[in-house]
């Protein structure tokens, strides 16, 4: 028997349990979901990220590479693996030194 003619009508079928909460709409959830997946996703893009100023350098501490890489960043915004890399910022600008003379 065809169930898609005009004329006949589809048996009724119990629906079972989805694990759906009923007691809050379908749109509350997505919307839930939707601000955990933002948070997580703004975490680890922030944690991803690091800037270098003007006058400062950085070197890369690589735990997978064997230590201090040898590349020197300079200023900007440059990209590292959160858990593998570490930032190794060093100030370069020359600061004046008063040296005192006897005379």
């Known amino acids: 028997m065809l169930y898609g003619t005009l004329d006949s009508k589809a048996p009724d079928i119990e629906c079972q349990d989805c694990g759906r909460d009923d007691d809050k ?6 919307a839930a ?8 996703s703004g975490f680890a893009a922030n944690s991803c ?3 270098v100023d003007g006058g400062e350098r950085v070197v890369l501490f690589d735990t997978l590479r064997g230590g201090v890489q040898p590349d020197v960043r300079g ?3 440059h990209f590292l693996v959160p858990v ?3 930032p190794i910022i060093i100030d370069v600008r020359t600061k004046p030194r008063e040296i005192p003379s006897v005379e």
Not at 25 to 30: E, G, H, I, V
């Open 84 to 86: 593998v890399q570490r």
């Open 75 to 77: 200023k900007g915004t």
């Open 49 to 51: 990220f690091y800037n």
């Open 25 to 30: 709409p379908r749109s509350a959830l997505d």
């Open 33 to 40: 979901a939707l601000k955990e997946h933002l948070a997580v």
